[in-house]
């Protein structure tokens, strides 16, 4: 057995993808919402330290400037890249953006200034003046004044408009930190390394204050937005607010427990934030100087963090790869519900809205009022290892699946068991109720559906429907379709009246682990653990939108009362929104401090109730613009039966002037919600088109590649590997370091077969040094090798039925991966893998993924590959594959042991000896012994001939099924 340990085994990184956040503010009587920081994105880098990052004074755009002097520049709205500028020999270490201008300024370890078109990406002037490291900059507010200093003990200020030296200033303790100018452009201050503060009047010309308060190195200074204050930060985990004008400290904030690494400002001067090397970023409130809260999902060590202009934003620097940005905002949040001592399992919310039934790791079902957020029931529920909770459709009973095989229906009033259904073979995964018949549904870890008459507490349909373990069934709102979610990957739809498969669906790459049936229109959203959403047209089978942004496992996803938007609740302990139609990302909701279970929403999509690891029940609104139902378009007709003429229902309280101008209808509402920041983006044209297309050359994708593996990061990165990898491969399959790649992001989806096929193909390809650097040529190969010669070789594992190995996972967790072992004994003939390396060949892979349940497939597969090959089949799938598949329960294979250790052969640099095969008339196909010069063969029934130094040694027949025949040559 084999265990592999990974250089880099944290959890992934929350990445997180938002079109537009619109701080929307809503109205619910007696409730007020608390006002906090929510993630909004994390922007990556290269790995390795970022040097400065700062955002827009617009907001508009993050930039960043990391390790490898390289400025970025990303889209603030939507996180594109639309800007990778390298400094080259400048080296640049601290960058500002001009307030009004599409100009940056840059300091570098070359000892100058560069000042940047960022609109073009071209230089536009390099100041000179400085004798050391540029490595603090400052504008102004106006951008008129530029302020400079570094190791050279001066301290520079320019005219922004002439690029000249106004003034230059000698710093003793010749180094500088951090520099800062007053809202009036009149005076300066700056940071020594002598840890002295010091302010400079420019009309003066002179030293008018200092102090030397702090204790250690000062990383940051900053005057209040309306210049009555100094505030510092440094290493002695203090916070230092300066009284500059009367020479007094005002406060002195200690609430860090390490390094104060960052300080800014909100325009109001009421609050400031503050971050540290801990992974903290406070907001403070400078009133009472408190922490106010604290930013969530922030890992350590921050830093630099600054507030955007309009107060609204938050920039965190991290130390390594990469940037996260936050916005202050109403999350929603009314409520959280804190009875249970343990885990939330699951959650249901009453057809009428009124109730939300949870169900905890503590063994307790909890009723709960929705309106007044407090528990009206609690049930023990003993030693049931309960899965799921569902409220009948009348809100008078909860059914349980249990563990144990069993259904129990309870009484909502007392908790009395109705009835118990017994039926399943294993533990009961999922229930839903029919929504107009008495009808109860069921899936379960025995891959069986169940239909359950609740009338006679009966089974009246039973079938094997999947070939793994259910994890979910729904009916459609209408009870005329439901689908099955499986392990397995797929989701089937089926037929309520005739029970009748109507279509599987095959996109999910991981287990399906919910499902939804959208109200309005025939849509069906699934999520699963391979972190996407996918909208589905069931009734045709066909994919309308993959969303993907998430993280980590999608634990849930509900469809809003019209249909046109989407919630999905992450393992990545966040909340986010969708729109279906464009298959957007709408906002980030919240983001809660433990991993998310699972979510339950309210029948007309005003709350969702949310369930942790942890034991809090959150409740939040949801946006009414988005998930309650849109008012129709209205004309002159629809306003008179408002009026009441048609004797329909009347708006509450109506006034004509309401009426005729004041409804909202459908365009207005998505307008507001989407389709401004559409429109904005648009218009924003300060990037040519043209300049930030993306080019997906073959180059292009194999340096995203390099860049991508440079980081070392695949449990976070290994979507975006796998999809950088097999594009180049669907140009080139001679191309090892995509075969690389794909072999770690297999080992991720505990993939073992895979892994096997890639190290076949991949041992062979070219590694293109001139592109890629993120390893070397021979590490590469010894890593073939190594998986090759070692995990892969047939006599290390003789005595074993199955291949297997741990490693450790993305959670710090021991997984394991396992494959049967006769696979090892399905070798790839030279004359095959010379023919897809070397010709215009492509292989859809998928055709071979998430075979580990079907091994028997595989194989086939694998076979009818080499056939497929030899008959110049340039493009192989499923379709070009078939005609060389087996047909069904008719295949037959056998093993063919060869030992030609007594066999010399010229030529050979090593022992390995090769051999030819030749089935019935077709081509020879090449093979090698290994190191003992044996070899065992998985061979497809047929007349076979064995040709060794060109002379043909043996003919044999496998035609029985797991025939073993011998060849021991001399």
């Known amino acids: 057995m084999i265990r592999l340990r990974r250089k880099n085994s944290h959890p992934p990184l929350a990445i997180f993808y938002l079109v537009f956040a619109l701080l929307i503010l809503f109205s619910i009587p007696e409730v007020k919402a608390e006002n906090e920081y929510i993630i909004h994105r994390t922007y990556h880098t290269a790995r390795g330290n970022v040097f400065d990052g700062t955002i827009s004074a617009d907001t508009n755009f993050v930039v960043a400037l990391d390790k490898q002097y390289t400025i970025r520049i990303w889209r603030y709205q939507n996180g594109a890249l639309v800007k990778t500028i390298r400094t080259g020999d400048h080296k640049a270490i601290s960058i500002v953006m001009h307030p009004t201008k599409p100009l940056m300024f840059t300091g570098g370890l070359n000892n100058t200034i560069t000042v940047w078109d960022y609109k073009k990406g071209s230089i536009i002037k390099v100041l000179t003046g400085h004798d050391g490291v540029v490595s603090s900059l400052k504008l102004s507010i106006d951008g008129e004044i530029l302020v400079s200093a570094g190791k050279d003990n001066k301290v520079l200020i320019w005219n922004v408009e002439r690029f000249k030296v106004l003034q230059g200033i000698s710093e003793p303790s010749g180094n500088v930190f951090s520099v800062d100018i007053h809202p009036s452009n009149r005076m300066i201050a ?210 349980l699946a249990g563990a144990n095989s069993e259904i129990l229906i309870k009484n909502m009033t007392d908790g009395s068991v109705v009835a118990t259904l017994k039926g399943h073979a294993g533990k009961v995964n999922s229930i839903d109720f029919h929504p107009n018949k008495n009808l109860l549904i069921s899936g379960g870890a025995d891959k069986q559906i169940i239909i359950w008459d609740l009338n006679q507490n009966k089974e009246i349909n039973k079938r094997t429907a999947h070939k793994g373990q259910i994890t979910r069934i729904k009916f459609s709102p209408s009870g005329e379709y439901y689908a099955s979610a499986s392990v397995d990957r797929t989701i089937k739809i089926w037929t309520q009246s005739d029970q009748r498969l ?35 047209e069931y009734k045709t089978g066909n994919v309308k939108n993959i969303l993907s942004g998430h993280d980590f496992i999608v634990s849930s996803v509900h469809f809003s009362e019209d249909g046109t938007s989407l919630v999905s609740a992450s393992r990545d302990k966040t909340i986010r929104l969708w729109d279906i139609d464009s298959g957007t990302f709408i906002r980030t909701l919240s983001g809660e401090t433990e991993q998310i279970t699972g979510s339950a929403m309210t029948p007309a999509s005003t709350l969702l109730a949310v369930g942790t690891l942890g034991n809090d029940i959150s409740i939040l609104r949801l946006p009414k613009q988005l998930f309650q139902k849109k008012a129709k378009k209205v004309d002159t007709p629809v306003l008179n039966t408002l009026t009441g003429t048609s004797g329909q229902a009347t708006p509450e309280k109506p006034s004509q002037s309401v009426l005729t101008t004041d409804i909202p209808t459908v365009s207005a509402i998505s307008e507001t919600d989407i389709k401004t920041e559409q429109e904005e983006l648009k218009r924003d044209n300060i990037f040519d088109i043209k300049t930030v297309q993306e080019d997906r050359s073959l180059e292009t994708v194999q340096k995203s590649l390099n860049e991508l593996l440079e980081q070392n990061n695949i449990c976070r990165d290994y979507i975006k590997i796998e999809q950088e990898a097999k594009s180049i491969l669907k140009q080139t399959l001679n191309d090892q370091a995509a075969f690389h790649a794909l072999m770690k992001v297999f080992i991720i989806k505990k993939d073992l077969q895979m892994i096997y096929l890639m190290a076949k193909l991949g041992e062979n390809a070219l590694f293109a040094e001139n592109v890629y650097n993120y390893s070397t040529n021979e590490s590469v190969f010894r890593f073939f090798r190594r998986w090759l010669g070692v995990v892969f070789d047939q006599s290390n594992i003789e005595k074993s039925n199955e291949v297997t190995m741990e490693y450790v996972d993305c959670i710090n967790d021991i997984s394991t991966l396992r494959m049967p072992q006769y696979l090892l004994f399905i070798d790839i003939p030279v004359e095959t893998i010379q023919k897809l390396l070397n010709k215009k060949f492509s292989i859809d892979f998928t055709v071979f993924e998430g075979l580990q349940d079907n091994s028997e497939v595989f194989r086939d597969r694998i076979f009818a590959l080499i056939e497929a090959v030899e008959d110049n089949r340039n493009k192989i799938n499923i379709t ?43 081509d020879w196909m090449t093979f090698f012994t290994d190191a003992e010069k044996r070899k065992t063969l998985l061979l497809r029934g047929g007349n076979y001939y064995l040709r060794v130094n060109e002379k043909v040694r043996q003919a044999f027949i496998i035609d029985k099924q797991d025939q073993r025949l011998t060849a021991l040559l001399k």
């Open 880 to 922: 070009s594959l078939r005609p060389f598949l087996p047909v069904k329960n008719q295949s037959i294979y056998g093993y063919y042991f060869i030992d030609l250790s007594n066999v010399l052969q010229w030529g050979i640099q090593n022992d390995l000896v090769s051999f030819q095969l030749r089935r019935g008339k077709s």
């Open 190 to 399: 700056w940071a020594s390394a002598s840890n002295e503060i010091k302010i400079w009047d420019t009309v003066l010309k002179k030293h008018i204050g200092s102090h030397k308060i702090h204790t250690a190195k000062v990383n940051k200074i900053l005057f209040m937005p309306n210049g009555e204050i100094l505030g510092s930060c440094a290493d002695d985990k203090k916070i230092i607010l300066w009284d500059w004008k009367n020479g007094k400290q005002r406060s002195s904030l200690s609430e860090h427990k390490k390094e104060v690494t960052g300080i800014s400002f909100h325009p109001s001067n009421t609050k400031m934030i503050s971050c540290s090397d801990e992974g903290e970023i406070y907001l403070w409130d400078l009133k009472t100087n408190k922490v106010e809260s604290t930013l969530k999902l922030v890992e350590k060590p921050v830093k630099d963090c600054l507030l955007s202009m309009d107060g609204k934003k938050v920039l965190g620097v991290f130390t390594n790869n990469y940037l996260k940005t936050w916005e202050l905002g109403d999350n929603g949040f009314l409520a959280s519900l804190k009875d249970h001592t343990k885990a939330i399992i699951s959650l249901d919310a009453s057809k009428n809205g009124k109730y939300l039934a949870s169900l905890s790791a503590d063994k307790t079902v909890k009723i709960w009022n929705i309106a007044s957020k407090q528990a009206l029931k609690s049930y023990d529920i003993g030693n049931l290892e309960a899965q799921q909770i569902k409220i009948s459709p009348d809100s008078k009973l909860f059914a």
């Open 502 to 536: 109507i279509h599987t669906l095959e996109k999910h790459t991981r287990s399906v682990r919910d499902i939804d049936f959208s109200n309005e229109k025939d849509l069906l959203a699934s999520a699963g653990d391979d972190r996407n959403i996918i909208i589905w």
